[in-house]
Nanobody
Framework: QVQLVESGGGSVQAGGSLRLSCAAS????????MAWFRQAPGKEREFVAA????????YYADSVKGRFTISRDHTKNAVYLQMSSLKPEDTAIYYC?????????????????????WGQGTQVTVSS
């Protein structure tokens, strides 16, 4: 079992930055692919970014490419999402999620049903 706890959400003006953190506990974090999804009111949960088990492969949604960066620190059992140039459309609850790694290159990384463990989410609100 893996427990995930997100933090770092908040309110920011458009153009600002936030850094989300996800602390993992339980099974060896280093063997898990990790990802961030988000869900805005009235919308389906959507993929934001993913990292393979060692951070060597990262993937991003087109809507955040060039603005968001996913990273992980195995010494702290943590994964991060650095968000810059935030837009009002980035407003959502952001969820950290993980799954046991199957290969170096991730497949179906944007499908939430392929992930096993989820955090409770952290709210990000971007005002114009």
């Amino acid at each position: 079992q893996v427990q995930l706890v997100e933090s770092g959400g908040g309110s920011v003006q458009a153009g600002g930055s936030l850094r989300l953190s996800c602390a993992a506990s339980g099974r060896p974090f280093s063997s898990y692919d990790m990802a961030w999804f988000r869900q805005a009111p009235g919308k389906e949960r959507e993929f934001v970014a993913a990292s393979n088990w060692n951070g060597g492969m990262t993937y991003y949604a087109d809507s955040v490419k060039g603005r968001f960066t996913i990273s992980r620190d195995h010494t702290k059992n943590a994964v991060y999402l650095q968000m810059s140039s935030l837009k009002p459309e980035d407003t959502a609850i952001y969820y950290c999620t993980g799954r046991a790694s199957q290969a170096y290159t991730m497949t179906h990384y944007d499908d939430p049903s392929t992930y096993t463990y989820w955090g409770q989410g952290t709210q990000v609100t971007v005002s114009s």
